[in-house]
């Protein structure tokens, strides 16, 4: 038969009610309550001993009951009664206290106990208003108990050196019980802050391993782009304005050369970050596919081979996968300088004879969609010198300026115009400019990218 020590019975009686306490802040609780119950259950037996030794026999009809009233608290927890065992405890001692105050007098030096009583509230609650009724009313019950006492004579009388002795007690135990609460706590808030501090290094190393992967997959989506100078190499007047919202971005720009075709894109694929990222890379390598493998010229059938390989890509997975993107995709031929373009929600601007022209795109996405129609390809002829845009919606949707709205396409379009006969690197830097200054200290709400071309 295994042996039961008292320590074990102690520990049970601690640890009462933890197993259904999920919430941190009624696991504290409830620890403090049980403990400081066996606590005061043992000093209340301890002055029931002590007080036929005193000649205070007839003060045992009180105390008795008030150590089983005290010892009961545990129970409460143990059935799980987490709130009423709270306000049980806070108002108990104070009531005990009321009454032992009433019974002998100020002399005797009990009120100093509603010192301890008066932070308990502090301790077991999270509602201020709570925690301010409770001490409000441990300010009111020593108010009332002092002027009683000073108004009516106790109903005991003790010789000075029983006196002395009972109130030298009595602030012991006040300094016991405050000694007590403060090492509970002392020790939990240190407990706490090495359990917080293993968290924070934890937190720290994951996100550490997060970010270099990032910074990795950045790398690898920065390799599947073309660099800037491919595009400046084609056509030597024009800029890529390109700004992701996170370290890597759904936003990505296309540039490919193919005999006398010069293939150039800004796409915008579902969401930003990590997703539009992998979204980025699916659809960025379909276009390749259209164009490279499948010797396809024409935007709009391009577009359509692309929408087709996305799909099917999409179609593997278990999950009904609607991601895709926009996109304003254009063919330059560099020998004859003809234009033709197309685009998925995202439209085509070009600036010739003073005024900006927009060439509408087909209003869907590459992707899947609800009621597919082949998206149009349009021929331009346009003169040397037009300058040509092609952009995603992140900079128009852009919050910021004095009262916080869009910077909108119309903005977009006047500065454009405004700085048309700059060059394309001052263009560039200018839109910059106005996009950090809109911005302001606003957060980027998505991936920016704006081509600019002068042919």
């Not at 259904?20 to 620890?31: E, V």
């Not at 009233?69 to 927890?77: C, D, E, S, V």
């Not at 999950?319 to 033709?340: F, Q, W």
């Not at 390809?377 to 952009?391: A, D, E, R, V």
Request: net charge neutral; with cysteine; glycine share 6%.
């Amino acid at each position: 038969m295994a042996k039961f020590y008292p320590y074990t019975l102690l520990n049970l009686i601690a640890s009462a009610g933890l197993s259904m306490a999920k919430a941190p802040i009624n696991r504290k609780g409830i620890t403090f309550i049980n403990r400081m119950s066996i606590l005061n259950t043992f000093l209340m037996l301890i002055f029931s001993f002590v007080l036929p030794l005193l000649n205070l026999t007839q003060v045992l009809f009180f105390t008795i009951p008030f150590t089983f009233l005290f010892a009961l608290p545990p129970w409460f927890n143990y059935k799980g009664c987490f709130s009423f065992c709270r306000y049980y405890f806070s108002i108990l001692p104070l009531i005990f206290l009321a009454g032992v105050c009433i019974h002998n007098g100020a002399a005797l030096g009990d009120k100093y106990l509603i010192l301890t009583t008066a932070i308990i509230p502090l301790l077991l609650f999270r509602d201020k208003k709570k925690i301010y009724m409770l001490f409000a009313l441990n300010v009111l019950v020593f108010i009332v108990i002092s002027l009683y006492q000073h108004y009516f004579e106790p109903l005991m009388s003790l010789s000075p050196a029983i006196s002395r002795i009972y109130f030298s007690l009595a602030l012991l135990t006040v300094f016991m019980l405050l000694f007590f609460v403060i090492l509970y706590f002392r020790g939990y808030t240190d407990a706490y802050e090495a359990e917080l501090e293993e968290k924070n290094r934890i937190i720290s190393l994951k996100n550490h391993e997060i970010i270099d992967s990032i910074i990795y997959a950045k790398r690898l989506q920065e390799a599947i782009m073309p660099p800037v100078k491919e595009i400046y190499d084609h056509v030597p007047e024009s800029f890529v304005l390109y700004r992701p919202k996170d370290i890597v971005a759904g936003d990505f720009y296309f540039a490919e050369q193919r005999d006398d075709y010069f293939f150039v894109a800004a796409a915008d694929c579902t969401g930003h970050g990590v997703p539009g990222a992998m979204v980025s890379v699916v659809c960025s390598n379909a276009l390749n596919r259209a164009v490279n493998e499948l010797d396809l010229i024409q935007p709009g059938e391009i577009l359509d081979k692309v929408t087709e390989l996305v799909v099917s890509t999409f179609k593997k997975s278990n999950h009904d996968v609607k991601d895709g993107m926009d996109i304003s995709l254009c063919v330059i031929n560099i020998r004859t300088g003809e234009v033709a373009w197309s685009g998925a929600n995202n439209p085509l601007w070009y600036i010739c004879n003073e005024e900006i022209t927009e060439i509408k795109a087909t209003k869907q996405p590459v992707g899947k969609s609800d009621s597919y129609k082949n998206f149009t390809t349009h021929l331009l002829k346009l003169t040397k010198g037009t300058l040509l845009y092609l952009f995603t919606d992140g900079f128009a949707d852009q919050f910021g300026g004095p009262q916080g709205k869009k910077f909108k396409y119309k903005q977009l379009a006047d500065l454009i115009l405004n700085n048309k006969n700059l060059a394309m690197s001052e263009q560039c830097k200018l839109l910059e400019q106005a996009f950090l200054k809109w911005k302001g200290n606003l957060e980027q709400v998505d991936d920016v990218c704006v081509i600019g071309l002068k042919l």
